[in-house]
């Protein structure tokens, strides 16, 4: 592991900690937050010296941009505990470039790699009572940047904040999810900020996704927006397909969130000698072979959902339900994930980074 500590952090320690009034099997997700936080300002064309601090409501002026034009970006990442108690991070450079990618595309500042992780490292370590062991339990982390500046003229701030919340985690979806594809409603278009990890992206998907949540759907799957034909994404996870044995899934695109676990799936099936298509994938094809069979799976991927089955669509009024398949791509991929995020298999690729206690 490389030593980030050079970087000092002032510390304030909570003088009380909550844990114990956690319930760590009846997680909402989101909904609980340890006892620290960690804070670096952008004032004058640098970052400051960066704080531990406990979590805690913070103040800014009605006028700071963020409020305004949404100059905003995050990640999602989680740490595991092995049963020996060490912690991990998986893929965490992975994290830290597409933080910065997102924050270059809103024109906010780069966040430098030893503090990002001197950040995480030392948060970690002093909330690491919070990070439970065993797979289906994380640590979900989420780093994110704002607009600080007291302005509200139409153009990049010159202050930011940057900021690292923890809250613990078992799955994002409980149970299998039904999504709608898209026909109306569209997340992203092309040269626009849909790769990025920006704030809008997701509040625009509220309203349609709200819709959808009326007809019972948990997600809407993204087409692509000027003719709605092509499959793009779910907002929350890269979408996944299987027809008969060969997975599918779209290539990345301004569009399309270049996921770290869609990465690491197309990585598996690579191992695990799937044949592999990342290629445009059309609504019509994947309503063919649902009608004639081929149509295996539908999964979508990404940090929160882990791995999320899909158990119908519906486009142009049709529904259409996906039979369970005992062998399915996903809890394959799902449980080969999870054993490398846990150490408890070879990480051949490198992918886990441990987290010095
Ligand atoms: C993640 O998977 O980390 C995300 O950022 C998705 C979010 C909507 C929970």
């Not at 952090?9 to 009034?21: G, L, R, Y």
């Not at 966040?111 to 992780?117: S, T, V």
């Not at 709605?228 to 907002?235: I, N, P, Q, R, V």
Request: with cysteine.
């Amino acid at each position: 592991m490389t030593n980030h500590s050079n970087t000092k952090i002032d510390i304030v320690k909570s003088s009380t900690s909550k844990i114990d009034h956690v319930d760590f099997e009846n997680l909402t997700f989101g909904r609980t937050f340890t006892d620290h936080m960690f804070v670096c300002d952008f004032i004058d064309g640098k970052w400051q010296q960066p704080k531990i601090m406990p979590y805690q409501a913070m103040s800014f002026e009605p006028s700071a941009r963020v409020f305004h034009y949404g100059q905003a970006v995050f990640e999602g990442m989680k740490a595991y505990k092995d049963d020996t108690g060490k912690v991990w991070l998986f893929r965490p450079k992975d994290n830290h470039a597409r933080i910065n990618k997102s924050s270059a595309r809103l024109a906010m500042p780069e966040f430098p790699k030893e503090y990002f992780f001197n950040g995480l490292e030392t948060l970690l370590k002093m909330d690491k009572d919070w990070i439970k062991p065993g797979i289906g339990n994380s640590l979900y982390l989420r780093p994110f940047v704002i607009a600080t500046e007291a302005a509200i003229s139409a153009s990049p701030a010159n202050s930011y904040r940057f900021m690292i919340i923890c809250s613990p985690a078992k799955a994002y979806y409980s149970g299998k999810v039904r999504v709608l594809f898209a026909e109306k409603y569209s997340r992203s278009a092309d040269g626009g900020v849909g790769f990025a990890k920006a704030a809008g992206n997701y509040a625009a998907q509220f309203y349609p996704t709200s819709l959808a949540q009326e007809k019972g759907y948990q997600q809407i799957i993204w087409t692509d927006a000027s003719t709605h034909e092509f499959l793009e994404e779910a907002g929350t996870m890269n979408i996944f397909f299987r027809i008969n044995n060969t997975l599918i899934t779209a290539p990345i695109s301004d569009r399309i969130l270049d996921g770290i676990t869609r990465r690491s799936i197309i990585q598996l099936a690579e191992d695990n000698n799937i044949t592999t298509e990342i290629r445009r994938v059309s609504v019509s094809e994947i309503k063919e072979a649902a009608r004639n069979g081929s149509l295996k799976e539908i999964f979508g991927a990404g940090t929160a959902a882990v791995v999320s089955p899909i158990s119908a669509f519906e486009h142009g009024n049709e529904v259409f339900e996906i039979p369970d398949n005992e062998k399915s791509f996903a809890g394959m991929f799902k449980k080969q994930l999870e054993e490398i995020q846990n150490n408890l298999a070879e990480d051949k690729h490198g992918w886990r980074h441990e987290v010095i206690l």
